[in-house]
């Protein structure tokens, strides 16, 4: 089983910077795509970014140019580097896994609060 444990949450100003950690306890490279998710409170889950195997990046139209994903496969650590942060961005973020074989396995960490407000 896939374990994913998420760490960098916090509080920080509108404007501010912040950067999360997804940890996995296997080989990140054995997925087909990493990504982060985030729930704000009331509303959906909802993507936020995604790395391919292959370094491909896709992001939600309401972080791009704010938000990188990385990923760094000896660590088995994928990152998110929130640039310029809005109060909209206050929400849980999500690290995600996903493996597409007979079917997709979608593996989920616990979350890490994320505030933003002065």
């Known amino acids: 089983q896939v374990r994913l444990v998420e760490s960098g949450g916090g509080l920080v100003q509108p404007g501010g910077s912040l950067g999360l950690s997804c940890a996995s306890s296997?080989?990140?490279?054995?997925?087909?795509?990493m990504g982060w998710y985030r729930q704000a409170p009331g509303k959906q889950r909802e993507l936020v970014a995604v790395?391919?195997?292959?370094?491909?990046?896709n992001y939600a139209d309401s972080v791009k140019g704010r938000f990188t994903i990385s990923r760094d496969n000896g660590k088995n650590t994928v990152y998110l580097q929130m640039n310029s942060l809005k109060p909209e961005d206050t929400a849980v973020y999500y690290c995600?896994?996903?493996?597409?074989?007979?079917?997709?396995?979608?593996?989920w960490g616990q979350g890490t609060q994320v505030t933003v407000s002065s």
């Open positions: 790395i391919t195997s292959s370094g491909s990046t």
């Open positions: 995600n896994a996903k493996t597409f074989a007979v079917r997709v396995y979608n593996y």
């Open positions: 296997g080989s990140i490279a054995s997925h087909n795509a």
